[in-house]
């Protein structure tokens, strides 16, 4: 393709594109396939000669669109949001078409200097201590591996220590987190060598938040019998019902025992702009290492997580390379930030993060989180004032769990487990809405978790007018 067809097609995406956003409420969110549909629609082999991009633009729209799920509908209300806004994909735009590799400073000198300005206004939005410095990574997952790999690096001299060994004379390294923390963090103790049987999983209060007296008698029974307690992961709203860890208590702990904090907020993270809800967040400048997904919650594209640690000195002890090759002249003076990520190689990820920052401005983006857990809040009423309803966990921020339970029936447990994923089946296949579950304490549980930019009160009333429906019609067919 030639550069003057690329400026043909070009533009005729970007009418593509926003005749898209504008539609997408029309669409159903979870598409109607099976699998198998798309493989079987395609050449199994890569074509000899280049095809005009009239062509394969014909079968994206045929082929691909109607096997998308629009995670940007404004009836999405499964898992969490995973948000984009046009100022965000025009920052991918641009950066695709550079296609910069920023891996130092000097493959990319304002990327660099971009991300180091655009993390110090996140950390001030957020309102961390400047002790914090900021670094984006693709994930929340890798991020949380990066925070383990540094704690074992600052209990074992792993990576440049003479022992070269795991435990410090072979004492097992433990890790200290609850059942409801993420899977990311299973498989971070699993790819760190800490091995899944020193993963300690904290008994939790009636809201599910980490007991911090059971942290502190796990720690002390496990240095009793000779093991190595290395870190603690405290979540800020579980991906399960939103839990809240009581990080401050949990610091101290920490502190007492001098043990590795990460917090986990890949969600909740992004509420900490709004002064009303920092209180869940006491603690976190106590933390080693905190993260957040501005692609979940903040107007950002996916993948842009917001990775603020502490002590730089053991991240890049631990993932240094100094390979010949990939010294420059600038090296004493400035950030090479593949130093503090796993891959070598990065993306320009800040340019999107900055037109998003810039185009909403702080109070833009609080009344973007404000609204949602407004929206949250009212459809909890609804749920309390309903008979049939009930919720079955303290709402969290913009998420609320719940289930069905009919007044009139007098079901047992598992007959209500059954009724709740009839009924979430029922809700989803309607394609106007699009909800997920989550098990909590045996019960299956709905889960309604609001964050995306299109959404309005409309989606959220006509949601709840779905699921009561959906409701009815699943209860007087049980009759
Ligand atoms: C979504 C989520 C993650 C994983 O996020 P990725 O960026 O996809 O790795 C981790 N922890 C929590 C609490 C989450 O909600």
Redesign the pocket.
């Known amino acids: 393709m030639d550069i003057p067809s690329f400026r043909i097609h070009a533009h005729k995406l970007v009418d593509w594109m926003s005749d898209y956003l504008e539609g997408i409420g029309q669409s159903r969110v979870q598409p109607d396939v099976a699998p198998g549909d798309l493989r079987r629609a395609l050449p199994p082999k890569a074509p000899d000669m280049g095809e005009p991009f009239d062509n394969i633009f014909k079968d994206f729209n045929d082929l691909i669109i109607p096997g998308m799920t629009n995670w940007q509908h404004p009836g999405w209300f499964a898992y ?1 949001p995973a948000n984009n806004s046009p100022p965000s994909i025009l920052g991918e735009m641009l950066a695709a078409t550079m296609a910069a590799q920023c891996m130092s400073w000097e493959t990319s000198p304002a990327a660099t200097e971009l991300e180091e300005v655009v993390m110090n206004w996140l950390r001030q939005m957020l309102n961390l201590p400047d002790t914090f410095h900021g670094v984006i990574q693709d ?4 991020s ?1 591996l990066v925070a383990l790999l540094s704690a074992r690096e600052r209990v074992t001299n792993y990576a440049f220590g003479r022992e070269g060994t795991l435990g410090t004379g072979g004492q097992p390294l433990m890790v200290y987190s609850t059942a409801n923390s ?1 899977a ?1 963090i299973l498989k971070g103790v699993k790819i760190a060598g800490y091995g899944m049987k020193n993963l300690r999983r904290i008994p939790v209060d009636s809201a599910r938040a980490m007991r911090p007296e059971c942290l502190r008698e796990a720690i002390q029974r496990d240095q009793g019998m000779g093991y190595r307690p290395a870190c603690v992961i405290g ?1 800020i ?3 399960s019902s939103g839990a809240i860890d009581p990080i401050y208590e949990i610091a101290d702990i920490c502190q007492e025992n001098k043990l590795w904090l990460h917090v ?1 907020a ?2 909740a993270g992004s509420a900490a702009i709004c002064p009303e809800y920092r209180p869940l967040f006491k603690g976190i400048e106590k933390a080693d290492s905190f993260l957040f ?1 501005p ?2 919650w903040m107007l950002t594209n996916f ?1 842009c ?1 917001a990775y603020f640690v502490r002590d730089t000195e053991v991240l890049q002890k631990t993932l240094d390379i100094s390979a010949d090759y990939l010294k420059t002249r600038f090296d004493e003076e400035v950030t090479n930030f593949r130093n503090w990520q796993i891959q070598l190689g990065r993306r320009f990820r800040a340019l999107k993060l900055w037109f998003v920052i810039r185009s909403y401005g702080v109070e833009g983006l609080q009344s973007h989180i404000r609204r949602h857990v407004t929206l949250v809040g009212e459809f909890a009423e609804w749920i309390d004032d309903h008979p049939d309803f009930e919720k079955m966990a303290p709402v969290s921020l913009a998420l609320v769990c719940f289930r069905c339970r009919p007044h009139d029936k007098d079901l047992n447990e598992d007959e209500l487990n059954k009724f709740n994923t009839q009924l979430l089946d029922l809700i989803n296949r309607s394609g106007e809405i699009y909800m997920t579950h989550t098990i909590l304490e045996g019960r299956y549980t709905l889960r309604f978790s609001s964050g995306q930019l299109f959404t309005k009160d409309t989606h959220v009333h006509q949601a709840w007018k779905i699921i009561k429906e959906c409701a009815e019609t699943l209860q007087s067919n049980s009759t």
Do not use: E, L, R, V
């Open positions: 969490f994930t929340a997952s890798t949380t993420h990311s979540t709203g579980t991906t986990d890949a969600w997904n692609h979940k993948d997580t």
